[in-house]
């Protein structure tokens, strides 16, 4: 049976609509650069999404969604990036709503997902620690069980989204690293995920100087004696591990499509430029090889983003194993920061002096370029993943 690449009617009508509305919120905020109309225009995106139905695409419609699948939110995302509107807050609102409706109790799922389809929750992630870094076995943060609740105490770092999110994924430990080892169980073992109201007393938040994600601010949490309902509790006690890595092929698909997006918006913009600039002569600047073949090759590789991301993305609806999917994630995951950081560097070298000028619309993209490289997760770490699990090479970490 043949290969078919082309879209489907529902699809196509679905990037027109993305394409459309995106553009309205441009227009919207046409006076301000735009370094700025990411800040200015975050509402505006998040109901334009909900209005496309996009928090409900992995939502069974059992549960208010419409189970159009992350091939939908791909194509959205590339719209949403291509328009220069790219924010993290629906990658992270995806890949938690993943993990709810794959491992969540019934009277979670009945109390939270139909508000979360139709957009009126939005969703961040808290995984990240001072010390345990990438290494999400060595978390510290602990809690334990007290009849009907689970009081939980800790701090975590780079929680991103936290001032406008409603709930968050919470990663905690049930069961020390030391208890583990003492009962010989893998590193895996004593991880749980929960779902907080982040209006819980207890919380404390701090925002962090940190840069790259744009229009989210990222926090230092600290949780005091926070009690989270039991029902809260995604899969098992003790089995968070397998429930975090549902969200983790989700999250880095989705952040390849906005990537794929915000690459072919600085291809754009330095292509209408290169058609008109003229320096030496009558003849535009396009017309230099100097300027078109790192344009070309940007060109390029944004194709083969995007395909390797609507492959990954595509065997993520179809339900291959998440090991299969984790590998085509993974590779459009790495391309993506690569693409990215191309297209950014040959739309500057096309302005020459003026694309460090705020009004050309760049260089507020070097920062988000870089940050793909480190997060969701490193690229050092895709390498490090694909040697083992693809190559079968030994792992040395």
Known sequence: MPLDFRLTDEQKQLVDAAQA???VIRERHAKLRASEIQRAALEDVWRALAELGFQGFVVPKAYGGSEKGLLASVLVLEQLGEAGLHSFLPILSSMDTVCIVKKGAEPL???????????????????????AGFNVFNIKMFTEKQGDNYLVNGTKVYVSGLDIADYMLLVARTLTMEECRKQGLPKTHGLSLFMVDTKSKGLAKQAMPSRGEGVLTQFRLSLRDVKIPAEHLLGEEHGGAAVMFQAFNPERILSAAVATGVARYCLKLACDYAKKRKVFGDTAIGAYQSIQHPLAEVAMRIDALKWTTYRAAWQFDAGEKAS????????????SAEVVQKAVDAAIDCFGGKGFDEDYGVVHLLEF????????????????????????????Y
């Open 369 to 396: 370029a870089r940050f793909l490289k480190t997060s969701p997760i490193s690229n050092a770490l895709i390498l490090n993943q694909t040697a083992e699990k693809v190559l079968g090479l030994k792992r040395s």
């Open 109 to 131: 799922k009945q109390s939270i997902l139909p508000d979360i389809a139709s957009g009126e929750l939005k969703l961040c992630f808290a995984a990240t620690e001072e010390v």
């Open 324 to 335: 299969a999917v984790a590998e085509s994630a993974n590779a459009a995951k790495f391309l």
């Open 21 to 23: 509305a995106f553009t």
